[in-house]
């Protein structure tokens, strides 16, 4: 097997002397051995390099600008603590990620916080331990908003749908106009937040945000998004005469999923939202809004691998091979939930050629727990430690106790040393809130 050169692994990875995956400088072998499988696994420098360069391309493109990790992807308090080191905001969209923030003292002012039905209680959560960006998605919220924010001003940005489809599947496009997600362009409740915001005193109007939707491969449906949306600045500004202070263009860069995927850099999406808004600003003579992106699945998607132990095979003759993992759709609801594909490596035969097609299943009762239909690896053996890549984003955050299984550990890797950031779940956790 080989180390692909599309950055599907982490960049640390590496096939040691004795024929193993290695990532961070610790062997994923001995790291299954000492841990028990599955685990969740993560490199450290792979992470902070996907930040820094994230960072510093949009830096680069668009000097006035902010990157805001979006925590649905992964968040847990190490993330929160490595984010604050690197420099970055959060995009947050529920209470329990702002208690995650605020548990590892993540600088307050640097979170936004997201969602189409925010409750009353993290709404007021969210003012009471200091959150001051709200990203207003529609006019319910806004209204509740004018009723609990009367004594410290706070900043909302509209979440306005583009209308947009960058056509992945349909369950990760969020900017089309048949979308759950933010205010429809043009709109009566669109009009009517204007005038609402425009007479409350504490709402202080920041700006506004859209995200279109994720693992996007095609750049153009950034572009023609950045184009709406600059058009739109120009609308706030000087028909509403609202200036639009930030412009959060927000996530959905895609990244490898497979050896030959080839997704675009952090520097092409940021050239692609740059461009636009500098035309139109420009044009119009308007001074440019501070840009925000905010990344979640490029930051961690590849920087997390799942290691897994082989148990058992059934072949049935000229149909299919089944290797089944200790692990599956409770760790990864990703394949079942839309169809994502994966690539398998394993990481005690590193050094042996792939010779079989096999399909990688799941060890829940459920048929359609399968982690990867074709999976092309060396023989196959009981034993065997499997590692699925790219599995950083949206699966630790995804996971769920199905048939009462308890949830991985999560490791961290850096220089050759290992480090739990989040225990494995133990029999006892599973009762533990039952009465
Ligand atoms: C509002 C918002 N911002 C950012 C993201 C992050 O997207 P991605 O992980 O594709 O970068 C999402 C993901 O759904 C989102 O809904």
Known sequence: MEIPKNRLLPDTAQINSLGHLEIGGVDVVDLAKRYGTPIYLYDETTLRNRMREFVSSLKETYPKSKVLYAGKAFLIKKMTR???????????????????????????ENVYFHGNNKTIEELKFALEVGVRNIVVDNLDELK??????????INILFRLTPGVDPHTHSYISTGKIDSKFGFQLNSKDLETAVELVKTDTFLNFKGLHCHIGSQI????????????????????TKKWNLPVEELDMGGGLGIAYKPSDDPPTPKEMA????????????????????LILEPGR?????????????????????IRKYVSVDGGMADNPRPMLYQAEYTAFLANKMNKIPVETVTIAGRFCESGDILIDKA???TVENGDVLVISATGAYNYSMSSNYNMCPRPIV?????????????????????RLQR
Do not use: H
């Open 82 to 108: 490595i984010l604050a080191e690197e420099g970055l905001g959060l995009d947050v969209v529920s209470g329990g990620e702002i208690y995650i923030a605020k548990e590892s003292n993540f600088p307050m």
């Open 144 to 153: 509740l908003l004018v009723s609990l924010v009367k004594r410290r001003p």
């Open 217 to 236: 491969f095609d750049t153009k449906f950034f572009r023609i998004s950045a184009e709406i949306m600059a058009e739109q600045v120009v609308t706030f």
């Open 271 to 290: 050239v692609s939202v740059a461009d636009p808004i500098g035309e139109v600003c420009n044009r119009e003579g308007i001074e440019l809004p501070t």
């Open 298 to 318: 490029y930051i961690v998607g590849n920087a997390g691998v799942t290691v897994y132990t082989v148990g058992t095979i059934k072949e049935i003759p000229e």
């Open 376 to 378: 092309v690896l060396p």
């Open 411 to 431: 490791i961290g890797v850096r220089d050759g040393k290992d480090e739990v950031w989040v225990e494995r779940e133990k029999y006892s956790d599973l009762v």
